[in-house]
């Protein structure tokens, strides 16, 4: 079992930056894929960015590419996603979820789901 809370998420204006930080609760954390997805009012949960236990498997969404960052510290169970430049776009319920085969990436069956943050990007 895995809890996962997310945190760092506000209102920024457009061409700011966010890191947001994801707390996992387990004992296992050191074994899973951690992913970060999104979800923008109105449409579809989408993938943002990947990355495998190791830590230097990463995946990343075309549309964040060059703008954002995930990253991992297994001896603290934190994932992070610091997030530069970013645009109204980018305005979503942010979402951490863990990987429990190390699959990672946008079509790896996520078990485990955090409730969210708030990211707002005004222009």
């Known amino acids: 079992q895995v809890q996962l809370v997310e945190s760092g998420g506000g209102l920024v204006q457009a061409g700011g930056s966010l890191r947001l930080s994801c707390a996992a609760i387990t004992r296992t954390f050191r074994y899973y894929a951690m992913g970060w997805f999104r979800q923008a009012p109105g449409k579809e949960r989408e993938f943002v960015a990947a990355v495998r236990w190791t830590g230097s498997g990463t995946s990343y969404a075309d549309s964040v590419k060059g703008r954002f960052t995930i990253s991992r510290d297994n001896a603290k169970n934190m994932v992070y996603l610091q997030m530069n430049s970013l645009k109204p776009e980018d305005t979503a319920v942010y979402y951490c979820?863990?990987?429990?085969?190390?699959?990672?990436?946008?079509?790896?069956?996520?078990?485990?789901w955090g409730r969210g943050t708030q990211v707002t990007i005004s222009s």
């Open positions: 979820a863990a990987d429990r085969w190390d699959i990672g990436g946008p079509d790896a069956e996520y078990d485990y």
